[in-house]
């Protein structure tokens, strides 16, 4: 059994896998819009007309010509021409002229000769036909210009963007009612050990089910990629080998859980070397759980070996898998991971120089109030972070947990009453 | 055009809607557990059986009768006859004896007999069938025992569970193929507004695109529900309430964003008061967007009437549809929001009394490096929040942000330099 020559920190090891990597030439697919939540854009989004398109009000009020109010005011008012109302919905059919003003409503089309408009609480009916400013305003106030929001072939979306309910708005309101999409990245999942037997298999004695392949599907699926699952691999070299050297031509990474036992930790190490350069980037990462990680780059696809346990294998995942899975989608790097600040229950002690990954369960800081409180009452009462222990690391320290806490490398632990950042588990 | 009578903030707001409603009881469906992922558990799942179902060795070592160890140690080992290796994936065929020891793997069932694991690096060779034993072990040491990670018949995941890659683990950990999840709950949406068309529409002058509908469609989809568009409806009493009427008939929650002019507006809390009793709860809420937000409850189902403005739709989809949706598919409230922390670029006013909710950039506060930086470097810098400003307040202020800061609201305004919590919109 090698020892690990190098540990790694995780975000050093993430960044080498990630700079091997080639640059991405994500595919793409023809998608509607109306369909394509969570997709990631694979070309630019260009507006085709501006927006808005015409002149709009912002308020309810009466449209103006702005210098016709200059000087009004509570206690001495200007007096404007009604010369009608401004439809929704159409384009006015009136011109607004010298001393005259059209009642128009919130999102209605300016009229001709309007450059401004008053808002109705600053004016009031005087006689017949005739509109009391109490308020002057200047051109192109309570106005939206054409193309204020949005230029005519600006930009609107880019390239590598995973679409949300705003983007798929935006697109609606351009008439964009189709676009190209990354396709989903195929990713190979790989589970060995001779322990591991299918889950719907009665395990004898000294077996468990594979747990590994469904966690990693599930986040594969729910971080864009197609997952492929090559099934169980008994803890034989050249098994191991052929069925990853499949998943390697037939997928756009690979990703092999190792069975529990080392030396099946370290056949995953020398099959990755046999499959192609540059091999193994890194084995063995300054991490806990996920010390045997190995990150490897064969033939410019990524390989990644995830140690058997399941809760390590998950952890891992989120650390390792995901961020390729985007590379590969076309997303940039560096987007905020969603997070929470809480205040931790209890100790957590580390080991100096390792980075640590603790499940922990949020909780109300305080109980949540039902709404009854006065004013200024704050809900926002913040979480307490209960970290979720037991040695035997099995998936159910991670179901029964909201997030992770990470003990940072120079750390040597934190302190009860600490608040942390805790990761939420997607 | 009634004034607004009260103006409620928004978490009482949320709180009253949500007591109003009548408990939930989510129709349920059959789903394969492999399927299943942001699904909501319609029953607790409880464990068919211990985890792990026999002993297993948390390490690699010597499997060992904890008291043939007592006292060994660097300078006085002790001395154990090897009988044999426990396989992986099988029951040992050997029986652990007085003074007796196997070797075993992480994982491994421990041999009848056996109590303890000593690891590896505390044991070496000595004669032919003989191993020193550096360091004693305490019974159960390194080993997991017998439902100690899960017992028999213990409730693993509760009703209500949105499940995440790690439940979907769990389940199949415990050999459970499929379970009942919670059926998506249909949303009724209905748009209206006679400047609003169909987004496969030209506009002509005067005249928007729909974007309401399928933001708020998208955003439904994923929280768990099933949009059910009911199209773009006129400024006219008869038509909206004939519209809200079957909507509210055929789903769970009915959504109805107004036309931008007040009138439209007013119309809608007026169809909502004619749908059903109590109707009306809050017409007007402490907050920006969304002042003219209207929560109603009719015949046991909730009716929200949302802002025209795409912005104001959106944000408050996010602040009241969402958490609807979740009581109704049986997701107890007070989990957390994802959000993240950030340093604000600028100082941003606000009314006192008010809830605001700014959308913001987030950029990482310094360059993030490429991993080339030594020990102890740290990647997670923080993040800059930088406001997305736009009086016309159209949807691409919103996908252009990564979030939402919230001005709460006993603040005046919020300075630059300060570290807020930005929402993350999903």
Known sequence: MPEFLTLLPPDEARALLLATLPAPTPASQASGTDSALGRVTAEDVVAPHPLPAFPRSTVDGYAVRARDTYGASDTLPGYLTLVGEVPMGAAPALTIGSAQCALIHTGGMLPPGADAVVMLEYTQPARAGEIEIQRAVAEGENVI????????????ISRGTRLRPAEIGGLMALGISGL??????????????DEVVPPGQTP?????RDVNSYTLAALVTQSGGEPVLYGIVSDSFDTLKTTAMKALNECDLVVITAGSSASTRDMTAEVIAALGAPGVLVHGINTRPGKPTILGVCNGKAVIGLPGNPV????????FV?????????????????SV????????????????????RLTPLSPQGRGAG?????????WLAEPIFGKSNLIFSLAAADGLVKIPS?????????IVEVFLMP
Do not use: F, H, M
Request: no cysteine.
């Open 145 to 156: 210009r054409i193309g204020e929001d949005v230029a005519e072939a600006q930009v609107v």
């Open 180 to 193: 190209r999409v990354a396709k989903r990245v195929k990713i190979g999942l790989i589970s060995s050990g």
């Open 204 to 208: 004898q004695p000294g077996q468990v």
């Open 312 to 319: 390590s294998a998950l952890v891992n995942g989120y650390l």
């Open 322 to 338: 995901v961020p390729v899975i985007e590379k590969l989608l076309g997303i940039p790097a560096g987007k905020p991971k969603p």
């Open 341 to 360: 600040k809480a205040k931790l229950t209890v100790n957590l002690a580390s080991q100096a120089g390792r980075e640590d990954w603790q499940p922990v």
């Open 374 to 382: 006065g004013e200024g009452e704050k809900v926002d009462r913040g």
């Open 410 to 418: 120079d750390a040597t632990g934190l302190s009860a009453g600490e």
